[in-house]
């Protein structure tokens, strides 16, 4: 992550605010919520300002994944170029998704909420979408395990457990 910061002082620092920045990488998959408020820190934003920016970045590409995924899938999965992209995509979320099958709404929450490697609300999205989990239950399981996976991050990242 201080890579992160490092570039973004070096070629964002007069174009982006910090908090643009953190919302921005809170956007990106694999990084997430998670990443944002490590970044936050590190460019030493306040705790609230680490958790509503990576928040805010985190949840905005989450209704597009739910509504257009599955739709967007059917489109590409016969094309050569494509194809194979969506089957390597729908297999990992079946691979990831024993857990969230079994107690759907809970196995989401606990999924995008405990703060592991190739977890998160991008992947709680696609694995809800290839699953066909109710579009409204699917939100709701996503955004509570975003404030638990926030909370979490926030007590290690800010040294609330060191105090």
Partial sequence: MDSFVTWYQ???AGIL???IFVSLISMVP???LRGGIVVARLLKLSLGQAIFYSFIGNI???PFILLFLRKI???MRPTKLFGGLVRKMEERA???SSGVEKAEFFGLVGFVGIPLPGTGGWTGA???SVLEIDIKKASLAILIGLVLASTIVSFISYGVFHM
């Fill in 10 to 12: 070096l070629h964002l």
């Fill in 17 to 19: 605010s910090p908090k």
């Fill in 30 to 32: 694999m990084l997430e």
């Fill in 60 to 62: 905005i590409p989450i």
């Fill in 73 to 75: 899938f059917d489109w």
């Fill in 94 to 96: 079946h691979k990831k």
């Fill in 126 to 128: 696609l694995i809800s």
